[in-house]
């Protein structure tokens, strides 16, 4: 490889699963890139793209799912993260929240985030690909 800054990882990302559209891979960089999103207020895109590679899910759909953090829905998703915080904090209000109850919400929505991110298209593509079996079906028996 030329770069020598892409040298230590050229092995991953020559790896044909990383760059693959199928129903693991995508599920993965999904998940992985609703993490990455949900947790880091920067350098999201690098994070989701080095775990993505590490984990052998694609990279692109990992990288393109950190937009869903961006500066219309930072405000909210910080917001509802704080709200989330003190809540399994057991805060009743918001005087009474910590410094630790916005990194526990980004946590918390983190790890939800990707769990049904990664639900979702699991269900989304099993759902799609009966639907076009059935539809060959109906095809074939005219």
Same mark, same amino acid.
């Given at each position: 490889?030329?770069?020598?800054?892409?040298?230590?990882?050229?092995?991953?990302?020559?790896?044909p699963g990383?760059?693959?559209?199928?129903?693991?891979?995508?599920?993965? *960089? %999904?998940?992985l890139g &609703?993490?990455? /999103?949900? +947790?880091?207020?920067? #350098?999201?895109?690098?994070?989701?793209?080095?775990?993505?590679?590490a984990a052998?899910?694609?990279?692109?759909?990992?990288?393109?799912?950190?937009?869903?953090?961006?500066?219309?829905?930072?405000?909210?998703?910080?917001?509802?993260?704080?709200?989330?915080?003190?809540?399994?904090?057991?805060?009743?209000?918001?005087?009474?929240?910590? *410094? %630790?109850?916005?990194? &526990?919400?980004? /946590?918390? +929505?983190?790890?939800? #985030?990707?769990?049904?991110?990664?639900?979702?298209?699991?269900?989304?593509?099993?759902?799609?690909?009966?639907?076009?079996?059935?539809?060959?079906?109906?095809?074939?028996?005219?």
């Amino acid at each position: 490889m030329a770069s020598r800054w892409l040298r230590p990882v050229a092995p991953r990302l020559a790896h044909p699963g990383i760059w693959h559209f199928n129903r693991r891979s995508v599920a993965r *960089g %999904v998940a992985l890139g &609703l993490f990455a /999103a949900f +947790l880091l207020p920067v #350098g999201q895109i690098l994070f989701a793209a080095v775990i993505a590679a590490a984990a052998r899910s694609n990279l692109l759909v990992a990288a393109t799912m950190t937009w869903v953090s961006n500066p219309f829905t930072f405000g909210p998703i910080y917001f509802a993260a704080w709200k989330a915080g003190g809540v399994l904090l057991g805060a009743a209000g918001f005087g009474h929240l910590s *410094g %630790v109850s916005l990194p &526990l919400g980004l /946590a918390a +929505l983190a790890l939800a #985030g990707a769990a049904i991110g990664y639900l979702a298209v699991q269900l989304g593509w099993r759902i799609a690909l009966g639907l076009q079996w059935s539809r060959r079906r109906r095809v074939r028996a005219g």
